[in-house]
T-cell receptor, first 117, second 115 residues
Framework: GESVGLHLPTLSVQEGDNSIINCAYS??????FIWYKQESGKGPQFIID?????DKRQGQRVTVLLNKTVKHLSLQIAATQPGDSAVYFC????????????????FGKGTHLIIQP | GAGVSQSPSNKVTEKGKDVELRCDPI?????LYWYRQSLGQGLEFLIY????????KSGLPSDRFSAERTGGSVSTLTIQRTQQEDSAVYLC?????????????FGEGSRLTVL
């Protein structure tokens, strides 16, 4: 079936540099996308979301970009800090307007962001 | 506490035994979800509860898995006759509204090891 996937399982960046984590999705019916951060031993935490009627959304030090033409989602983290070290998951939400229950979040496998001093 | 609470945090069991995992969602959250996370993998949807509606059980991998949500609050995920492939972290999440809002609040998970 269609699913969300990640380009890289591990991304290593220098502290202070910007990080870009990529995600590809295949379901054109997806209308809502979310990034979660999961630190070791903890549950995922919501970072930022974006709806399909937007191309870009900014938060504090994070930006999410959505390219619907190529079905690509990215998370940019500015001035990466040691506390950013975690696994980052993208998730897509396929809204089933019929109410048949097919909607809901589908998560990718995640990218492990490693911060080098 | 103010967050989603799960217990036990760790459970080691023998193959063939039954296990129960508990989730206490954030007070007032109407939606509750169970996900499974195997080592190095993403989150696999298991089941979704929304208010008094019939749960969406479409993610349960087999009939050995079941879940209840009593009184619209606490939920229990039960795995009968556990198998080694059931070993994973079981994550519970809740949200204030329905499943399309996106922002789920996760607990820290219950790590299940089946020997």
């Amino acid at each position: 079936g269609e699913s969300v996937g990640l380009h890289l399982p591990t991304l290593s960046v220098q502290e202070g540099d910007n990080s870009i984590i990529n995600c590809a999705y295949s379901n054109s019916a997806s209308d809502y996308f979310i990034w979660y951060k999961q630190e070791s031993g903890k549950g995922p935490q919501f970072i930022i979301d974006i709806r399909s009627n937007m191309d870009k959304r900014q938060g504090q030090r994070v930006t999410v970009l959505l390219n619907k033409t190529v079905k690509h989602l990215s998370l940019q983290i500015a001035a990466t800090q040691p506390g950013d070290s975690a696994v980052y998951f993208c998730a897509e939400n396929i809204h089933d307007a019929s109410g048949g229950g097919a909607d809901g979040l589908t998560f990718g496998k995640g990218t492990h962001l490693i911060i080098q001093p | 506490g103010a967050g989603v609470s799960q217990s036990p945090s760790n459970k080691v069991t023998e193959k063939g035994k039954d296990v129960e995992l508990r989730c206490d969602p954030i007070s007032g959250h109407t939606a509750l979800y169970w996900y499974r996370q195997s080592l190095g993998q993403g989150l696999e949807f298991l089941i979704y509860f929304q208010g008094n509606s019939a749960p969406d059980k479409s993610g349960l991998p087999s009939d050995r898995f079941s879940a209840e949500r009593t009184g619209g609050s606490v939920s229990t995920l039960t795995i009968q006759r556990t198998q080694q492939e059931d070993s994973a972290v079981y994550l519970c999440a809740s949200s204030l509204f329905g499943r399309n809002t996106g922002e789920l609040f996760f607990g820290e998970g219950s790590r299940l090891t089946v020997l």
